[in-house]
């Protein structure tokens, strides 16, 4: 017998091959991981599918070493071409100080490169003027952003030499719910959804301007205020379509889109096994880079929260 042929549907394949002359050059290791899921894979019909339980993680054979990243979300300060802003007031002398206060905190995970969202055609142009705050960290900007107000400061108390831009621009109709002249799937949720948000997510219903600065990063950081932005950002707009289209989703596409490919640019980056990375995006890229880290072959996301104290 040259072959053992698994045709069930699964996540992992629609059909698959598995030759014993494979299996003679596949390492133990390997054979362990391929047999594993050929054997979840012939399970379907049985009432245990699989001894695991809910958020055991299987064993692993090698522990590979992976670069620790704080993956910080924040709001745009200043100006934005963003289509949610918020108001804040960058020159407020309370307001750098509560801003200070937020970078003494995190600088304490001492990060060896700082990302940020910029565009990476732009990186030379951004270490310069990096280097040119850390000469002069009083220089006084016409437009300081969260970049310099908190990416900048942090690195200089911290002593990061590097920074680099991962943003990568793409435009997507994120009101394809109110624009589609009909919308065939689930109109009713849509509508409700984005009519009233926090009847879904209760924590998207705080007001933001009685919070301190501090506060209101916490937050924006939060799990449930995390999941909130990728669905109200994209997710929600799978429930809009023509009766035989997809239009929503395919929007909703576009913003998953954008956040790979900067997570790839993230991966263009050569870093070594010590660097300690700090990331600092609008939060709803935030929420993406959450997902994509914990599942990532490179990276492990250490908590926000044991420096945001």
């Known amino acids: 017998m040259d072959s053992v042929t698994?045709?069930?549907?699964?996540p992992l394949s629609t059909r698959t091959t598995i030759t014993f002359k494979m299996i003679k050059k596949i390492k133990?290791?390997?054979?362990?991981?391929?047999?594993?899921f050929i054997f979840l894979a012939c399970g379907e019909d049985q009432t245990n599918e699989s001894t695991l339980t809910e958020n055991?993680?299987?064993?692993?054979?090698?522990e590979v070493p992976k670069i620790k990243v704080l993956n910080f979300g924040t709001f745009h300060f200043g100006y934005t071409t963003d289509a949610n802003t918020t108001e804040f007031d960058e020159h407020d002398d309370s307001n750098l100080i509560a801003a200070h206060e937020v970078v003494a905190k995190l600088a304490e995970f001492k990060p060896t490169v700082l990302i940020v969202e910029h565009i990476p055609k732009?990186?030379?142009r951004l270490q310069a003027?990096?280097?040119?705050?850390?000469?002069?960290?009083?220089?006084?900007?016409k437009n300081t952003g969260e970049v310099r107000m908190l990416a900048y400061e942090l690195g200089r108390l911290a002593g990061t030499k590097r920074i680099y831009g991962i943003d990568h621009k793409m435009g997507y109709n994120y009101r394809i719910g109110e624009t589609i002249e009909e919308n065939h799937i689930d109109s009713v949720t849509h509508d409700a959804f984005y009519e009233d948000p926090?009847?879904?997510?209760?924590?998207?219903?705080?007001n933001t301007d009685t919070l301190s600065l501090?506060?209101?990063l916490k937050l924006m950081n939060d799990d449930r205020f995390l999941d909130f932005l990728i669905t109200v950002n994209s997710d929600a707009l799978t429930y809009v379509g023509s009766e035989e289209g997809f239009e929503g989703a395919d929007e909703a596409a576009k913003y998953y889109q954008r956040n790979l490919r900067m997570f790839s640019n993230l991966n263009r980056i050569k870093f070594n096994k010590d660097d300690r990375v700090f990331i600092l995006m609008g939060a709803s890229h935030t929420a993406f880079f959450r997902d994509f880290i914990r599942r990532s072959l490179t990276y492990e996301m250490v908590n926000t929260f044991d420096y945001l104290k």
Do not use: C, G
């Open 6 to 10: 698994i045709s069930k549907r699964s």
């Open 198 to 206: 926090s009847a879904y997510f209760p924590s998207a219903n705080i």
């Open 122 to 124: 732009r990186n030379e």
């Open 214 to 216: 501090l506060k209101h």
């Open 129 to 141: 003027d990096y280097e040119a705050y850390l000469k002069n960290p009083d220089t006084v900007y």
């Open 28 to 36: 133990p290791t390997v054979l362990i991981i391929t047999m594993h």
């Open 56 to 62: 055991e993680p299987a064993t692993q054979i090698d």
